[in-house]
């Protein structure tokens, strides 16, 4: 189909750059010519190839005829020349990185043109001249970055209502800053011979800004919305910190309860595999023996599921959604073995083996208080939300008594399984114990810390956490530019599913305004936004928060679900600040990331915005769009 096509040119074309170390340098012949993937070729929508080991001019007619791409990145490679006339073409580009290259000349008219770029980076070249007045062309901009390059003259007054990310540091320019970007921080212009706004006043020149303070954590990024962040006073994190440590002084106790409660469950659950067939008959034949008992999990004995008593199913079918091909039917999904992968907030999720072999997660619904219409807008709706970053939606079923959602498998676990291990929920409120006798708080003994090793799960350095990081944003992000309307809801590391390569694709979306009432469940209450009150009620602000929590989690190891009963517990937001004012390396970052001492900068810029989504204030969070960017910012 189209999306396997277009995927499958992508990665060709990947292939074919990174195949025996290939170099482009000019004596080559066109990559056009690579493993049949022509020049014309407007299937590839990303081109991204950050230090590759590419060198020589990008020759004329390379690219500008993939006219489909709307990202390109050639960041950290040692390219250089300037970019031909055909770049113009590609007017579908929104992302454009070009940082740590060796090209040079002034800034290419043809970048003009990409009327849909939303973030460019030309940083660490070797651009001169001045930056044209043309860039105001560029109205949809929102990072543009020009640091570390060669040019002089004046910064032109620069106008982009949308503009957040903006540098021009350590470059030969001089004169005022313009009054448009004023609010600026400082670092952003410095190494250059300017004045006014967030810089020294010019002669003569009252009328500066004060320039922003440092966050909490040290980094400052750019806002240019009204209204500043909120800083802790000193007093504030001292008061946290007291709090804290009283909350885990109280916690503690109910860990010890609870871990060890736990790993007597853990124990005790055997793994489950049985036939799909019994319950999925039962729908389609409407029977109605049994009262509903679905907020269990199904026994390993052969009995049928539970299924409420309901409408005839008779003749219902799959609906394929999306681009999927009709490769099974409901009979397949009948005649399969299944394997509980888990149960959830919005049902409990199989992994079915098909008998042609196929395999495919099976998601069975409880509680859906929508109207079959409602329902199969929604879910055709999510089927076409179409992202390598998003477990696709393959099918649905519905009938009165059964709902089934059918999603591709993603094959290496969930980040919660590889962060925690698998049947491991720590809680925070165990990290004073933790910290202090050699475990990381998890409630198996799947994950454990002794000095500075980390056992028991899977290791995972810092490039694996960023890449998860910036593919997740952009799952989110993708569900955010559908329309203001469209939310996730439930973003959690358990709803984050990694492929084989650590590709992270984000699952779940749009079930959790299903039910008639919210479920309560503990899990994901620690990434819940302050705002929400009702689950149902979800918005991208409240994602932006939930994706905050996450983020620290990545960075701490630990996991934000609270202690259950308990309502004093220390949520990882809260945790993390005033940790943080006391020891930063030590204490907040993963024992796993400490290793790696030249990441540390990079690490505190990832934890910086984590600490901005996580804002109490929604309207102080940024978009997902601004998540993206600067994740992808970071080196
Ligand atoms: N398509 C899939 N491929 C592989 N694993 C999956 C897939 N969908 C879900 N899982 C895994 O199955 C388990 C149960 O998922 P499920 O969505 O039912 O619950 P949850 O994510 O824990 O909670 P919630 O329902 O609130 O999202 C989770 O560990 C999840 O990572």
């Not at 590759?52 to 690219?63: K, N, R, V």
């Not at 004169?175 to 970007?181: A, E, M, R, T, V």
């Not at 901005?612 to 309207?619: G, I, K, Q, S, T």
Request: charged fraction near 20%; include cysteine; proline fraction near 6%.
């Amino acid at each position: 189909d189209d999306l396997a096509s277009d995927r499958a040119a992508l990665l060709a074309f990947r292939a074919a750059v990174f195949r025996d170390n290939h170099r482009w340098n000019t004596s080559d012949p066109s990559p056009c010519a690579w493993d049949g993937v022509t020049c014309s070729d407007n299937r590839v929508t990303e081109l991204r190839l950050p230090g590759a080991d590419l060198f020589g001019q990008i020759p004329h007619g390379t690219l500008g005829n993939l006219t489909a791409l709307t990202a390109v990145s050639l960041r950290y490679n040692l390219l250089y020349g300037t970019l031909q006339q055909d770049f113009a073409a590609l007017v579908n580009l929104r992302l454009l990185h070009l940082q740590n290259n060796r090209f040079s000349g002034e800034i290419p008219p043809p970048i003009f043109a990409l009327r849909q770029l939303v973030r460019l980076n030309l940083g660490g070249n070797l651009f001169h001249g001045v930056i044209p007045q043309d860039f105001n062309k560029l109205t949809n901009l929102y990072a543009l970055l020009l640091d570390r390059n060669r040019l002089s003259g004046e910064i032109p007054d620069l106008r982009y209502p949308n503009l957040f990310l903006f540098n021009v540091s350590f470059n030969h320019l001089n004169g005022s800053i313009p009054s448009s970007l004023r609010g600026i921080p400082a670092s952003s212009f410095i190494g250059n011979s300017l004045c006014g706004g967030p810089l020294a006043a010019c002669p003569g020149d009252n009328s500066n800004l004060v320039a922003p303070a440092l966050s909490p954590l040290g980094y400052t990024h750019i806002s240019n919305k009204s209204g500043g962040k909120k800083k802790l006073s000193a007093g504030e994190i001292s008061g946290f910190s007291i709090g804290a440590a009283v909350g885990f002084l109280i916690l503690l106790l109910l860990l010890t309860v609870l871990c060890f409660r736990a790993r007597k469950e853990g124990e005790a659950k055997p793994k489950e595999v049985r036939k799909l067939q019994p319950e999925a008959e039962m729908a389609l034949r409407g029977r109605r023996d049994t009262p509903d008992k679905k907020t269990e999990l199904p026994s390993v004995a052969s009995s049928p599921l539970p299924v409420s008593g309901g409408a005839n199913g008779v003749g219902r079918k799959l609906v394929f959604t999306g681009k999927v091909q009709r490769i099974y039917d409901l009979q397949d999904l009948l005649r399969a073995s299944a394997e509980v992968l888990g149960k959830g907030t919005s049902g409990t999720t199989y992994k079915a083996m098909l008998e042609m072999g196929m395999v495919v997660a099976v998601k069975r619904l409880r509680d859906v208080s929508l109207s079959e219409k409602e329902f199969r807008e929604r879910m055709d709706a999510i089927g076409a939300m179409d992202h390598p970053n998003l477990v696709a939606l393959q099918a649905y079923y519905y009938s009165k008594d059964e709902k089934l959602l059918v999603y591709e498998v993603v094959p290496n676990g969930s980040l919660s399984s590889l962060l925690h291990g698998k049947h491991s929920f720590p809680s925070i409120s165990c990290l004073a114990k933790c910290q202090r006798d050699g475990t990381d708080g998890s409630s198996s003994s799947s994950s454990f810390v002794v000095g500075n090793k980390v056992s028991g799960r899977e290791p995972l350095d810092w490039e694996t956490r960023l890449e998860i990081a910036l593919r997740s944003a952009r799952g989110i992000e993708f569900i955010h530019l559908k329309g203001s309307g469209f939310s996730h809801g439930n973003i959690k590391s358990s709803n984050i599913i990694l492929t084989k390569t650590y590709d992270a694709c984000v699952s779940d979306f749009g079930l959790s305004s299903l039910g008639s009432v919210p479920m309560p469940d503990q899990r994901s209450v620690g990434y819940r936004a302050p705002e929400v009150t009702d689950v149902r009620k979800v918005s991208q602000k409240a994602d932006v928060y939930s994706f905050g929590v996450l983020l620290m989690e990545l960075l701490t190891a630990k996991s934000p679900t609270q202690t259950p009963h308990s309502d004093d517990s220390v949520d990882l937001p809260t945790w993390v600040q005033s940790v943080a004012a006391v020891n930063w390396r030590t204490e907040v970052f993963d024992v796993e990331l400490l290793r790696d001492e030249k990441a540390e900068e990079a690490m505190m810029q990832l934890m910086q915005l984590a600490v901005d989504c996580a804002a109490l204030v929604p309207n102080h969070r940024p978009s997902m769009s601004e998540v993206v960017a600067r994740i992808e910012e970071i080196p």
